[in-house]
């Protein structure tokens, strides 16, 4: 019944190692994101996609890639991890873009070793 | 530059007492504004939003914000604390293409 899921919800993994992170929707939305939140807990958004296409590339290392196969999932793949990556993950959707509610998932909290 | 300050960092509150969190923008023109709570390892969930019409907005588990023009203001308000509402507060803001969050406030409730 979970609106936004995020698969996994911890990762621990070595630098070095190239991970993914799934997220999938039941709410039939149009738009989904993808977010880093630090050890601060600042929010920053890093990607977002209207109807399978980007629509937002924020200035985020080209060793993050995401995907969207269709408009209920948005995978974001990582490769080459490092310190730096280790932070929460979250993935939202919302009805349309930016100016809408955003539905959040619980996050993914990767650790780099 | 387009911003959003949330100006405190850390509240503490007894259980009972009311609350106000605070947040400015920086947006040429009234930008969409929102409040999200966030608990511990979980995600964020929607309090209430501002998109046009009555300034007072309210919002759910005995939250409201006023959205003041004159002072690029949205603060939340709640008139009694429950120790449940200890989380991190985020207010947000959406004009066109951006979606920033404010850096977040942290409440503490005492019993």
């Known amino acids: 019944d979970t609106a936004v899921s995020q698969t996994p919800k911890y990762l621990v993994t070595q630098m070095g190692n190239d991970k993914s992170i799934k997220c999938e929707q039941n709410?039939?939305?149009?738009?989904m994101y993808w977010y880093k939140q630090d050890s601060k807990k600042f929010l920053k958004i890093m990607f977002s996609?209207?109807?399978?296409?980007?629509?937002i590339n924020e200035t985020v290392p080209n060793r993050f890639s995401p995907k969207s196969p269709d408009k209920a999932h948005l995978n974001l793949h990582i490769n080459s991890l490092e310190l730096g990556d280790s932070a929460v993950y979250f993935c939202?959707?919302?009805?349309?873009?930016?100016?809408?509610?955003?539905?959040f998932g619980d996050g993914t909290r990767l650790s780099i070793l | 530059a387009q911003s959003v300050t949330q100006p405190d960092i850390h509240i503490t509150v007894s259980e009972g007492a009311s609350l106000e969190l605070r947040c400015n923008y920086s947006y040429g023109a009234t930008p969409y504004l929102f409040w999200y709570v966030q608990s511990p390892g979980q995600g964020l969930q929607l309090l209430l939003k501002y998109f046009s019409g009555d300034t007072l907005v309210q919002g759910i588990k005995g939250f409201e914000a006023e959205f003041k023009r004159s002072q690029s203001s949205f603060n939340l308000r709640k008139p009694s604390v429950h120790w449940s509402d200890a989380a991190e507060y985020f207010c947000?803001?959406?004009?066109?293409?951006?979606?920033?969050f404010g850096p977040g406030t942290r409440l503490s409730v005492l019993p």
């Open positions: 709410l039939g939305h149009d738009t």
């Open positions: 996609y209207n109807n399978k296409e980007l629509i």
């Open positions: 947000a803001v959406a004009k066109g293409k951006n979606f920033v």
């Open positions: 939202a959707s919302s009805s349309g873009q930016f100016n809408q509610p955003q539905h």
